[in-house]
């Protein structure tokens, strides 16, 4: 991360996701094990490396009696769990939902986090409750979730396919409504992970599903094996410009504004807002086609409700040199793009 640019790029976090742990904990202390022969040292220590890098470290839990492939939860221990994390310095924690009454999340979740918040380290904490309550069709307490939790799991889990990457994509636009407006600075709806520089997505794929989760102002969590990533996926992934929208301070999270002919059409508003109090906009043209060949695609600014009388200046955000096209888009005007089958362009709109 720190050899590859990537932190420079702005990625600070190196989490561990499920089975670092042994199957039990102490006998004598209770505590949580880790894995004798992957962490021989222990966790401390790992955490030590890690923020020797600049970086800063995550470890996967469970609220449920034991995570989703069978190690120790935290249910019983919540105490004795977060005083743990605290002294191996974690900086993050993300808690899953499997093996646990979903019913009783809503007390479960802050309670953890409420002994996060009393060992007076700052942990970045990541619930889960959503997807678990969702699958039961109850519909989540957001306002408990923004006071108790940095962000959470609203939905499944990410596979690696673009079948998959496209479900998550309906999910978000088919709910907008009611999730977009609990997203803000502090507490963030999550996607799920990146797949970019793993197996089942293209390039034009990658660069779809990077643009989108700028719009969604989603967590950025790169799962692959950095030592195997294309230049050319590197370059997605440590887009300055796109990671800018992504991590914008206004901290909107975008919506799905547009379907027409399988096009879709995110968009973001961002800063700079303009003197007039103007929004400038990050939008993403989305093709859903398989035609086999690029689609031509237009629509008006007034189309998109962008109503600055004074214009936007334009730029691609995917371009490898920062050019600005030439002509300042009014209201009126026509926006004309070209997009690839399951492709993405994506442009920022600054407004005048």
């Given at each position: 991360m720190v050899e590859e640019g990537y932190k420079d790029a702005g990625y600070e976090y190196v989490?561990?996701?499920?089975?670092?742990?042994?199957?039990?904990?102490?006998?004598v202390t209770g505590?949580?094990?880790?894995?004798?022969k992957r962490f021989p040292n222990g966790m401390k220590a790992v955490a030590d490396y890690i923020h020797s890098k600049g970086l800063k470290f995550g470890l996967y839990e469970d609220y449920g009696t034991s995570t989703c492939a069978g190690y120790p939860g935290v249910i019983d221990n919540m105490k004795l769990d977060a005083d743990t994390f605290a002294e191996w310095e974690v900086d993050y924690v993300k808690l899953d939902g499997c093996n646990a009454d979903p019913k009783t999340m809503d007390v479960g979740y802050p309670k953890?986090?409420?002994?996060?918040?009393?060992?007076?380290?700052?942990?970045v904490y990541s619930c889960s409750w959503p997807v678990y309550q969702e699958e039961k069709g109850t519909i989540p307490n957001y306002e408990l979730m923004i006071k108790?939790?940095?962000?959470?799991?609203n939905w499944d889990d990410i596979q690696d396919s673009y079948d998959s990457l496209k479900k998550i994509m309906d999910y978000f636009s088919r709910n907008q409504e009611r999730i977009q407006p609990q997203a803000g600075p502090g507490h963030w709806n999550d996607p799920d992970m990146l797949l970019l520089g793993n197996y089942a997505l293209s390039y034009d794929q990658s660069k779809t599903q990077m643009a989108v989760?700028?719009?969604?102002a989603a967590p950025l969590l790169m799962s692959t094996d950095l030592r195997s990533v294309t230049p050319e996926i590197k370059a997605i992934l440590q887009n300055k410009e796109i990671i800018a929208v992504n991590q914008d301070a206004l901290g909107?999270?975008?919506k799905r504004v547009i379907l027409i002919n399988k096009i879709e059409v995110w968009v973001k508003p961002i800063s700079p807002v303009s003197k007039t109090g103007h929004y400038s906009y990050a939008v993403a043209f989305v093709s859903r086609r398989d035609d086999g060949f690029p689609f031509d695609f237009g629509l008006k600014l007034s189309d998109l409700k962008f109503d600055n009388l004074n214009g936007y200046k334009v730029h691609d955000l995917f371009a490898k040199t920062k050019t600005l096209i030439p002509q300042k888009y009014r209201t009126e005007d026509t926006f004309n793009v070209r997009i690839n089958p399951s492709g993405v362009q994506f442009y920022k709109f600054t407004s005048l």
């Amino acid at each position: 991360m720190v050899e590859e640019g990537y932190k420079d790029a702005g990625y600070e976090y190196v989490i561990i996701d499920d089975c670092w742990l042994e199957k039990k904990r102490d006998n004598v202390t209770g505590r949580l094990v880790p894995d004798k022969k992957r962490f021989p040292n222990g966790m401390k220590a790992v955490a030590d490396y890690i923020h020797s890098k600049g970086l800063k470290f995550g470890l996967y839990e469970d609220y449920g009696t034991s995570t989703c492939a069978g190690y120790p939860g935290v249910i019983d221990n919540m105490k004795l769990d977060a005083d743990t994390f605290a002294e191996w310095e974690v900086d993050y924690v993300k808690l899953d939902g499997c093996n646990a009454d979903p019913k009783t999340m809503d007390v479960g979740y802050p309670k953890f986090g409420d002994y996060l918040n009393k060992t007076g380290r700052p942990m970045v904490y990541s619930c889960s409750w959503p997807v678990y309550q969702e699958e039961k069709g109850t519909i989540p307490n957001y306002e408990l979730m923004i006071k108790h939790c940095n962000l959470w799991r609203n939905w499944d889990d990410i596979q690696d396919s673009y079948d998959s990457l496209k479900k998550i994509m309906d999910y978000f636009s088919r709910n907008q409504e009611r999730i977009q407006p609990q997203a803000g600075p502090g507490h963030w709806n999550d996607p799920d992970m990146l797949l970019l520089g793993n197996y089942a997505l293209s390039y034009d794929q990658s660069k779809t599903q990077m643009a989108v989760w700028a719009i969604l102002a989603a967590p950025l969590l790169m799962s692959t094996d950095l030592r195997s990533v294309t230049p050319e996926i590197k370059a997605i992934l440590q887009n300055k410009e796109i990671i800018a929208v992504n991590q914008d301070a206004l901290g909107i999270q975008g919506k799905r504004v547009i379907l027409i002919n399988k096009i879709e059409v995110w968009v973001k508003p961002i800063s700079p807002v303009s003197k007039t109090g103007h929004y400038s906009y990050a939008v993403a043209f989305v093709s859903r086609r398989d035609d086999g060949f690029p689609f031509d695609f237009g629509l008006k600014l007034s189309d998109l409700k962008f109503d600055n009388l004074n214009g936007y200046k334009v730029h691609d955000l995917f371009a490898k040199t920062k050019t600005l096209i030439p002509q300042k888009y009014r209201t009126e005007d026509t926006f004309n793009v070209r997009i690839n089958p399951s492709g993405v362009q994506f442009y920022k709109f600054t407004s005048l």
